[in-house]
């Protein structure tokens, strides 16, 4: 039975795959401007080589698995695969299979932009200035492209706008912002049955909807630390995820990324890429406001039949 389902799901996949080249190639052919023609189609080669490193990079992590659980030993595998065992050794000992928590290709960490508000040192408010990205936010993202270097991972970022109208459809995607910048972000937080961001008359806040226990930043009373969300959440397509990360303060969210150079090969070896929230949190240096600590403070909570 099981292997059946196996069988008929690969077929479906191939079945996608040739149907969305097929519709690809034919619109391409069918451009009556040379010039146009040769540009739609240089993009498209370099868009099949991406997918294909994605494809490449999903194989080595699975055979690395494979033998690692001991589900084949490597002459056994060779033969499934239909490659010799020297090639499986090769594969194998390829880039660390936890890269793929992050992402099978080029990572893209989107930033929220917002307006910086202030006081001058005599009091006054400060002029507003802006849009800009938080300094805190961004030296989350320096600490995350180490990470992502470190794994063997190309990683740049872009600015999500005023507004926070992030594009969420597309694979290898990091989003840091809150919800207080992004309506959109904000109605997909939603759907976390578990895990909920709030706010009243004291500020944001983070609840544990199952516990009922209540998270305040202890930054809002002048602490040295913070409370963050993480999670990997539905795009609005359908067709995918993304790892979204929010603290509630933005120094919360460097505490997430403190915490995955510690846990990324745990985290990896028990979620893969499935669906999850948690919460994190982290103290920081106030001199410095590098991070100091972090630890996870909530389950991995887990979608209904994911």
Not at 133 to 138: G, L, Q, S, V, Y
Not at 166 to 185: A, F, H, K, Y
Not at 278 to 305: D, K
């Amino acid at each position: 039975m099981q292997q059946n389902q196996l069988t008929e799901d690969t077929a479906s996949l191939k079945e996608q795959l040739d149907a969305t080249f097929d519709v690809a190639l034919s619109r391409l052919k069918e451009l009556p401007d040379p010039l146009e023609r040769a540009k739609v189609a240089h993009g498209l080669v370099s868009r099949a080589q991406d997918y294909g490193t994605e494809f490449q990079a999903v194989r080595n992590e699975a055979m690395n698995e494979t033998l690692r659980v001991g589900q084949l030993n490597s002459t056994q595998l060779a033969a499934e695969l239909g490659i010799s065992k020297g090639r499986v050794s090769q594969l194998a000992k390829g880039a660390p299979p936890e890269r793929l928590f992050l992402g099978s290709g080029k990572v893209i960490v989107a930033l929220a932009e917002k307006l910086e508000h202030g006081k001058l040192h005599d009091g006054r408010d400060k002029r507003v200035q802006g849009p800009v990205i938080a300094t805190e936010d961004f030296q989350t993202y320096e600490h995350l492209r180490e990470l992502a270097e470190d794994v063997g991972l190309e990683i740049t970022f872009e600015r999500i706008p005023l507004g926070g109208n992030v594009r969420l459809n597309r694979n290898n995607l990091v989003v840091i912002c809150g919800p207080r910048l992004s309506p959109l972000i904000e109605q997909i937080l939603e759907s976390d049955p578990h895990l909920r961001f709030d706010k009243d008359d004291g500020g944001w806040f983070l609840t544990d909807r199952k516990t009922g226990d209540v998270y305040r930043s202890p930054m809002d009373e002048g602490g040295a630390s913070d409370i963050a969300y993480f999670g990997r959440l539905p795009r609005p397509d359908g067709q995918g995820t993304f790892l979204y990360i929010a603290g509630i303060h933005a120094r919360g969210s460097g505490g997430v990324v403190h915490w995955l150079n510690n846990e990324l090969s745990n985290v990896h070896r028990e979620l893969k890429a499935k669906r999850f929230s948690t919460l994190i949190s982290s103290t920081f240096n106030p001199s410095t406001l590098e991070i100091t600590s972090s630890r996870r403070i909530t389950p991995f909570y887990r979608p209904e039949g994911s």
